[in-house]
């Protein structure tokens, strides 16, 4: 079933501006991910944040964690036009067992930076 | 870089024809991954595997079987294709299944007429 859900599920914002998107979750994870696809190809890996981390950057990108609240943030700051592609988050969720059932992913949101 | 590379781009076959998608990585990793990807629907696990011969279903497996005969190989076998399995189907492997980014193939966008 699915687990993440984006917000927005589309965004548009000028170039320059900071862009950020959400995810919502249902159950205790591992580690939460961010992607990114560009049109017609493949999911390209963007960050990892484990679920003991509260923040971490990655050059422009910065990703939150609230397990409390079982939400993410991811932050694109000074967008560029090559940013427009769709963002998913995956969870890595834990199985009633205890162990990892792999990643799901949620619908994404398609971000588009006009120039 | 570790580089995921899938057979096809695009793939037409008709109903029940029996259909070969095949995966190939370069870097040793001992999990593989198969999705479909859906307008609406964003991807789906359809099945994975952690090592040679080894399988695990994922959230649709049905309709679906899998093969891995080698490390570097994963294949996805329709069996029967029907048109509701036309779709983008995504390759992925990584080192580690649940603490590891996984590497994602160019897709395949298969149609079944």
């Known amino acids: 079933s699915q687990q993440g859900e984006e917000d927005p599920q589309a965004l548009s914002i000028q170039e320059g501006e900071n862009a950020t998107m959400n995810c919502s979750y249902k159950?205790?994870?591992?580690?939460l991910q961010w992607y990114r696809q560009n049109s017609g190809r493949g999911l390209v890996h963007l960050i990892l944040?484990?679920?003991?981390?509260r923040e971490k950057h990655s050059g422009r990108l910065r990703v939150t964690l609230d397990t409390s609240k079982k939400s993410s943030s991811l932050l694109i700051t000074a967008s560029r036009a090559a940013d427009t592609a769709s963002y998913f988050c995956?969870?890595?969720?834990?199985?009633?067992?205890?162990?990892?059932?792999?990643?799901?992913f949620g619908k994404g949101t398609h971000l588009i930076i006009q120039p | 870089d570790v580089k995921v590379t899938q057979s096809s781009r695009y793939l037409v076959k008709r109903t029940g024809e029996k259909v070969f998608l095949e995966c190939v990585q370069d870097m040793d990793h001992e999990n593989m991954f198969w999705y479909r990807q859906d307008p609406g629907l964003g991807l789906r696990l359809i099945y994975f595997?952690?090592?040679?011969?080894?399988?695990e279903k994922g959230d649709i497996p049905e309709g679906y079987s899998v093969s891995r005969e080698k490390k570097e190989r994963f294949s996805l076998i329709l069996e029967s294709a029907s048109t509701n399995q036309t779709s983008m189907y995504l390759c992925a492997s990584s080192p580690d299944s649940f603490n590891q980014p996984q590497h994602f193939g160019d897709g395949t966008r298969l149609s079944i007429l």
């Open positions: 159950t205790s994870i591992n580690n």
């Open positions: 944040i484990r679920s003991n981390e």
């Open positions: 995956a969870t890595d969720a834990m199985s009633s067992g205890g162990g990892a059932d792999g990643l799901t």
């Open positions: 595997s952690y090592d040679v011969k080894m399988k």
